[in-house]
């Protein structure tokens, strides 16, 4: 990420200051007001490292309590690496800090500030408690913030460029495997023929057989990544069409290849996955983030593939608003709500299951069990 580059002298900072100054002319002290010229220096900080400041940034604690942040950082693959907390001039910042920690804020890499204080924490611990009249140091504590998009950021840009280059040849040598055990192997034959009725009775009986292989394929190559960044080693048995998948898989690899050694290769890229991943607080993140990756899965794995299957991830900003319109118009047009019985909800495209995810979050807790 490029270093973020920031004097007294540029606009900027001239413009945040002077905002500043008028706010204080007419008297003006609170919240609301007096956190909008950081947020405007913020939103020049991250057009300079091509990251994105995201206001009233919802998440979940580790408890699972939802809380609000009033700005996330969030780098090119929707991973958040900074946070950001304002206050008032009336608010006292260590207490306000103490009070977010209780909270279950996350403290990896969070600026706490008012017009005239920031206190930042990185890794848990205070790393800068400064006077912000001071520019010098509002800028070392801006850079600070903006310094880590971390090593596992670092390491997962690396490692989707050496993704995309070896998923289509372990791709096609996986196409080769399932063609040659159609022919020698009489145990992944049944399985395979049993797992493709089911497939052409659930999904469409003019599914093709190629269309099912892909499905393998893409399965045995992504199956860790959905494993390990939910951190469920059981999905592959509790998830009803893994656990058929597995079972053709299962049939395929005992004679034909050792699914670790085929798949090691891609090990740096699978590391990279997990260690960023760990930046995910709660299961939005998580989807978000399970969007980019496999947006760079299928354009590693088949560009036509991507295109055809229309495998694109719509951004989560787009996601709230096509789910608040729905509500909207159901309320205002039709005076109901998408929690109501007789709403129905039909997502022909899941996909990683966006849509879903949200519309659950808005569902009424006494609702979602008929939905």
């Not at 500043?20 to 002290?29: A, D, E, F, G, S």
């Not at 939103?43 to 994105?52: D, F, Y």
């Not at 608010?91 to 920690?101: E, I, S």
């Not at 009249?133 to 989707?160: C, G, K, S, Y």
Request: proline share 5%; hydrophobic share 40%; aromatic share 10%.
């Amino acid at each position: 990420m490029p270093q973020l580059n920031l004097k007294p002298t540029h606009k900027s900072i001239r413009d945040y200051y002077a905002s500043l100054q008028q706010y204080n002319q007419h008297n003006i002290t609170h919240e609301g007001a007096v956190s909008n010229p950081f947020a405007f220096l913020l939103n020049s900080c991250v057009k300079q490292v091509n990251a994105t400041l995201v206001p009233q940034y919802a998440m979940r604690t580790a408890a699972g309590n939802r809380i609000v942040l009033d700005g996330a950082i969030l780098n090119q693959s929707s991973l958040p690496f900074a946070y950001w907390e304002a206050k008032d001039m009336d608010d006292n910042l260590h207490a306000a800090v103490q009070q977010k920690r209780n909270a279950g804020y996350p403290f990896d890499n969070i600026l706490f500030q008012n017009p005239q204080h920031g206190i930042l924490y990185q890794n848990g611990e205070m790393v800068f408690d400064v006077d912000f009249t001071d520019p010098t140091r509002l800028i070392d504590a801006l850079q600070h913030l903006f310094a880590p998009p971390l090593a596992a950021l670092e390491n997962w840009n690396a490692a989707v460029a050496e993704f995309k280059e070896k998923v289509p040849t372990l791709g096609k040598r996986l196409a080769e495997l399932v063609a040659e055990q159609h022919e020698t192997n009489p145990q992944f034959g049944t399985a395979f023929t049993t797992f493709y009725q089911q497939c052409r009775d659930a999904i469409n009986p003019n599914l093709s057989q190629a269309a099912v292989e892909e499905m393998l394929i893409q399965h045995l190559l992504t199956e860790r990544i959905f494993r390990t960044v939910f951190d469920n080693p059981d999905f592959t048995r509790r998830n009803i069409i893994a656990r058929e998948i597995e079972n053709v898989i299962d049939a395929l690899i005992r004679q034909a290849f050792s699914r670790d050694e085929f798949l090691e290769p891609l090990n740096p890229f699978y590391d990279a996955i997990e260690k960023a991943a760990t930046l995910c607080r709660d299961f939005s993140q998580k989807q978000n983030f399970l969007n980019t990756v496999y947006e760079q899965f299928f354009q590693g794995f088949s560009v036509e593939v991507a295109d055809t299957h229309g495998i694109v991830y719509t951004p989560q900003p787009i996601v709230n608003f096509m789910v608040n319109s729905v509500e909207h118009i159901l309320k205002t047009e039709f005076n109901r709500s998408i929690s109501d019985t007789g709403v129905h909800i039909i997502d022909p495209f899941v996909g990683t299951g966006n849509f879903i995810v949200r519309l659950m979050q808005d569902i009424q807790g006494s609702a979602l069990e008929e939905k």
